[in-house]
């Protein structure tokens, strides 16, 4: 059996642990120029808003895990904790 817990053929510990107002980073750039987008809303979609030009976008948790490049947030909470 694997060690990540599976359901529907999707591998739950591959998506992406969020929450409210974490800064992610996404692969690809906005059309307007930013890689940076702030969590808006947490359910079955997740609410993202762009950091550059503010609009806001819905994108399922799968295809979230497929674009995310980092989560910023926990990048600066982890550098907080080392100090």
């Known amino acids: 059996m694997n060690s990540g817990l599976s359901h529907g053929g ?6 992406p642990d969020l929450q409210l107002k974490d800064h992610l980073r996404l692969r690809k750039p906005h ?10 809303r947490l ?3 997740i609410g993202l808003e762009c950091n550059g030009c503010q609009h ?3 994108l399922t948790r799968r295809e979230l895990a497929k674009r ?4 910023l947030t926990r990048r600066e909470e ?3 904790e080392a100090k």
């Open 68 to 71: 995310m490049k980092a989560n």
């Open 10 to 15: 999707i591998i739950l510990s591959m998506l």
């Open 43 to 45: 359910g079955a979609d």
């Open 78 to 80: 982890d550098n907080k």
């Open 56 to 58: 806001r976008v819905l």
């Open 31 to 40: 059309p307007c120029g930013s890689y940076e987008w702030t969590v808006v």
